[in-house]
């Protein structure tokens, strides 16, 4: 019984940590140290979970280390991202353009028209190439969140 609630004390502190994963087995590994030196000396296992005190505020105390990254980085990169999208649509849309039949300065016309040799078009590419680039961002999400919550 003793020993299932230091398990979940132990539990309850790793889910408060806001640190690396390696800093958090590190703080893992010196709390059950420390448990299970109070408990050699004779220490009630009860009373040393007691005097660590809530296991929040002992997370708080203990992992100093840096911030993981949160819903801000996300929020960055999808505004990089769209701003990237809108600015190569607005490239491939450039209605200063000459026309498509112009030579030169555009000062003369011509009746060659020039074909892509691409089996879409441009705005066509650009968006698919965008949504690609917008589901890649939200599977690396998805997976980073996965892996957060499994340390848990």
Known sequence: MAERRS???????????????????????????????AVENGEDEAAALARF????????????????????????GTLLLAAGAGGTAAWFS??????????????????IQVVSGLPV??????LGGSALLILLALGCFFMAWRRRREEQ
């Open 94 to 111: 450039r209605p200063w353009q000459a026309p498509g039949d112009a030579i030169g300065q555009a000062d003369a016309a011509t009746g």
């Open 121 to 126: 078009d441009g705005p066509s590419l650009l």
């Open 7 to 37: 398990e979940e004390y132990i539990r309850q502190v790793k889910r408060a940590l806001r640190c690396p994963r390696a800093q958090k087995r590190e703080i893992e590994q010196d709390l059950r140290e420390a448990l299970r030196s």
């Open 53 to 76: 005190g809530p296991a929040d505020e002992f997370a708080r105390a203990a992992g100093g280390g840096k911030p993981l990254r949160g819903k801000g980085f996300l929020l960055t």
